[in-house]
């Protein structure tokens, strides 16, 4: 039967082809369409009979044919074939509107945009005069979709969508033009992109986020604050911090106040980042403010049990801000209950001189009394202690001094540490004529024992053992931007520092457990060769003390082995400041970093550094020749 079938067609096509000589066209046709009928994925005898109809002049059974066909090779991805059909029904329909729009989609498909949009562009200007203003917008947005390149028509497309109630649609093509233009560091237009996208949708938390940080970089607080509230943050620790750091600078430290503890429950790591807040307020003076950061980081310390870190920060503080008076008495009180007793004193001293400045005798003289009960051959102690006095105008001071001393009259002073209770304080008798001070009872005066030395500062971490190379005037100026003191190595000052924040969005919620889960992910990635991502994660381990060394070690490298020597220089630094694993791991880091400073041109930190190295390990390596090579340098010889 199919043998048959086949051959009633070869049949029909000569029967065909025979009318046609014959001049008979109408008869051609029909015999033509038989075989079309029957079998209508023939598309060669369908595209003649196609071609029949133009001829016949039946230009819209033509448009059919040729469309069926056109149609089949644009499904099955044959986009010249169904573009020469489509060109070949505008030749004898050239208003065919539909054939013009399949061949500006298949022109975009092909690359040929130039074309797309021309076709675009005729449909666009025939609807326009027809007044079909809902069909001009339909070919706007069409317009918007094909080049990536041409902001100005993804830009009308969006409004388009807007504006015909498309919000959703519209906000994710605002979003999307906020990205790419971004990645080209349109900075200013990428942000208004981002501003629509966030007005058509005010829930899209992330933009809002981005937009808060872009205002507060440009000073803007009035619009940080309406980008950002706690209920937009949420429990996100990005946005809070971002949340706290508007308040500060609005000047709403309650607010500030308030959010710190939440924000520290949820994320402890990011007290560091706090801590970074709160200088960088200080440095602006507005020390206030900084020490509502500098209180919240303490008090996390404080509950983690962290004493002596927790008075390490406070006096951080009153080293650079002198005399504040609650960061002093909260150094105090973290003395008392972490039993540091020399920090304690110092710090007392300092408070009680605070208070001498701002002309409060009373306090001054509580202090200083139980400062010179303590250490009574002080005589520092002795100074602010008639200083008090005078101020207080208590008669005869050096003669109350006196009686102090030789134990006619007790002092007012308290042990914090000692277990046993204080011994009472009788009356003063009323001939000593002094203002009446409450204070805590004394315990009686014992004799004068070595003075215990204040606790300075704690200096920077060495790398313990043999070791030890101090590179304090080597880093120079790398000691200010140590991890300690940054919340990550790369931040920028400038607005790019907006946008690279928001690009390390995956280690927001990073604990202290979670360095080591960093570390990991990131030899993972080294070994995959995914260098990016293994960056980014290496970042955010070298936060963690316990991780520094080997985190910012392997940063260093892949950025030396990438040719960016002052990015390398930075984290070889930041490493040389974590303590090494292993002597031999604290040599080869030294050894990196020398190297990488020579390379860079900086010849005086890079001889320091092979000195020190030479010095403490011996002939290391090449290190002689390279320590007497650039000794010549500097030498000029």
Not at 19 to 40: F, H, K, M, N, S
Request: proline residues 6%; negative net charge.
């Amino acid at each position: 039967m199919e043998k048959l079938l086949a051959l009633d067609r070869e049949d029909t096509l000569k029967k065909a082809e025979k009318l046609l000589r014959q001049g008979r066209l109408d008869a051609a046709i029909a015999e033509y369409v038989r075989v079309v009928e029957d079998q209508p994925r023939d598309w060669n005898t369908a595209n003649t009979l196609g071609d029949l109809y133009v001829r016949a002049k039946q230009a819209d059974k033509a448009v059919a044919q040729y469309t069926r066909i056109a149609e089949h090779f644009f499904h099955d991805g044959f986009y010249p074939k169904a573009a020469a059909l489509y060109k070949k029904i505008l030749k004898i329909s050239p208003n065919h509107e539909q054939s013009q729009l399949q061949l500006a989609d298949l022109s975009a498909k092909q690359g040929l945009l130039a074309d797309a949009k021309s076709y675009y562009q005729i449909v666009a200007a025939r609807r326009r005069a027809a007044g079909d203003s809902r069909g001009v917008n339909e070919i706007v947005v069409l317009l918007g979709s094909i080049d990536p390149a041409d902001i100005d028509a993804r830009t009308a497309a969006a409004r388009v969508l807007a504006e015909n109630g498309d919000e959703k649609g519209a906000s994710v093509r605002f979003r999307e033009l906020y990205a790419d233009l971004s990645e080209k560091e349109r900075n200013a237009d990428a942000l208004k992109a981002l501003r629509d996208a966030v007005r058509l949708n005010p829930a899209d938390i992330d933009g809002r986020a981005i937009l808060a940080r872009a205002a507060l970089a440009a000073g803007d607080i009035p619009a940080a604050r309406g980008y950002l509230d706690r209920e937009t943050a949420g429990e996100d620790p990005s946005l809070l911090m971002a949340l706290v750091d508007i308040e500060l600078r609005a000047g709403e430290l309650d607010q500030a106040r308030q959010l710190l503890p939440k924000l520290l429950a949820l994320n402890p790591e990011l007290r560091h980042d706090i801590i970074d807040v709160g200088w960088k307020l200080l440095s602006k003076s507005s020390p206030d403010g900084a020490f509502v950061c500098i209180d919240a980081a303490v008090d996390a310390s404080v509950v983690a049990h962290e004493f002596d870190d927790a008075a390490s920060i406070l006096q951080e503080f009153v080293t650079r801000q002198s005399a504040y008076v609650p960061a002093l008495l909260k150094l105090v009180e973290i003395c008392v209950d972490g039993g540091l007793e020399a920090t304690m004193y110092d710090a007392q001293a300092q408070l009680a001189d605070a208070y001498l400045a701002a002309g409060k005798g009373t306090e001054a003289r509580a202090i200083s009394e139980d400062l010179v009960a303590r250490e009574p051959w002080e005589g520092a102690h002795i100074d602010r202690f008639r200083r008090a006095l005078v101020m207080l105008r208590v008669p005869e001071p050096d003669m109350v001094i006196a009686e102090r001393l030789s134990g006619q009259m007790p002092f007012v002073a308290t042990d914090h540490f000692s277990d046993s209770s204080p011994v009472a304080t009788p009356p003063v008798p009323e001939s000593a004529a002094e203002p009446e001070v409450t204070a805590p009872p004394a315990k009686e005066v014992r004799k004068p024992e070595p003075a215990p030395r204040p606790v300075e500062r704690p200096p920077k971490p060495k790398r313990p053992g043999p070791v030890e190379i101090d590179l304090t005037n080597v880093l120079g100026e790398l000691e200010e931007s140590t991890p300690e003191a940054a919340a990550a190595p790369v931040r920028p000052a400038d607005l790019d520092d907006v946008f690279k924040g928001f690009r390390t969005e995956a280690g927001r919620n990073e604990g202290a457990d979670q360095a080591a889960q960093h570390m990991k992910l990131a030899r993972t990635y080294l070994e995959m060769g995914m260098l990016e991502e293994a960056t980014a994660s290496l970042k955010t381990a070298a936060r963690s003390p316990r991780h520094r060394f080997e985190a910012a070690s392997l940063l260093g490298r892949l950025y030396k082995g990438h040719g960016a020597t002052t990015e390398a220089i930075e984290w070889f630094a930041r490493a040389a400041e974590a303590p090494a694993p292993g002597i031999e791991e604290g040599r080869v880091l030294f050894y990196e970093l020398g190297v990488a400073l020579e390379e860079a041109g900086e010849n005086a930190r890079a001889l320091a550094v092979f000195l020190e190295l030479l010095a403490e390990a011996g002939e290391y390596r090449d290190v002689s020749e390279r320590a007497d090579r650039l000794a010549r340098v500097q030498t000029g010889g």
